[in-house]
């Protein structure tokens, strides 16, 4: 019993501290864009896919992330590589994100899609399709994409 005990602790152990290292790799290559988008904004060609959100997120939360970023990474696959469309999750409650929020007047969840000062909100949307319709959201996440192209 008791060794099942320590065999089971120590794998939650490492589950644990595996993903702690990941979420500081991700932190900083976030760190590393929102610096960037801050120097570029407002004169930039770049499509960028902004989705805010809190540190406690339900299964939808997660769905549309997901969701969202395999749309992107799958049909604009090219755009993704080159670094003409990025994504960037961005939680609302870490201080070093306050300002990117205000500046796209956000103060809860939210998918934005901007290029250089066009913004489009597809929150509702994604809320909307990314569990369910996935499909839907697909189509809508593209004809977004394609009308910024034309910016």
């Known amino acids: 019993m ?7 602790f120590f794998i939650f ?14 932190e ?33 939360c997660y769905a549309v992330e997901n969701e969202t970023k395999n749309i992107l ?3 604009f696959s090219e755009d993704f590589k080159k670094s ?9 409650e870490e201080e070093k994100n306050k300002e990117l ?5 956000v103060s809860s969840q ?3 899609f901007t290029k250089g000062n066009k913004k489009v909100d597809l929150t509702n949307k994604a809320f909307m ?6 499909d839907k959201l697909k189509e809508k996440i593209k004809s977004t994409i394609e009308e910024l192209k034309k910016f």
């Open 2 to 8: 008791n060794k099942i005990f320590f065999f089971t």
């Open 13 to 26: 152990l490492n589950i644990f501290l595996f993903s702690c290292g990941s979420e500081n790799k991700k």
């Open 28 to 60: 900083k290559e976030n760190s590393n864009t929102i610096k960037k988008i801050k120097e570029s904004s407002g004169k930039s060609d770049k499509i960028a896919v902004y989705y805010f959100h809190f540190s406690r997120r339900c299964m939808t």
């Open 73 to 75: 990474e799958t049909l």
């Open 84 to 92: 003409k469309i990025s994504f960037l999750s961005i939680n609302l």
């Open 101 to 105: 929020a205000k500046k796209f007047q």
């Open 110 to 112: 939210s998918l934005i």
């Open 129 to 134: 399709y990314a569990v369910d319709n996935s």
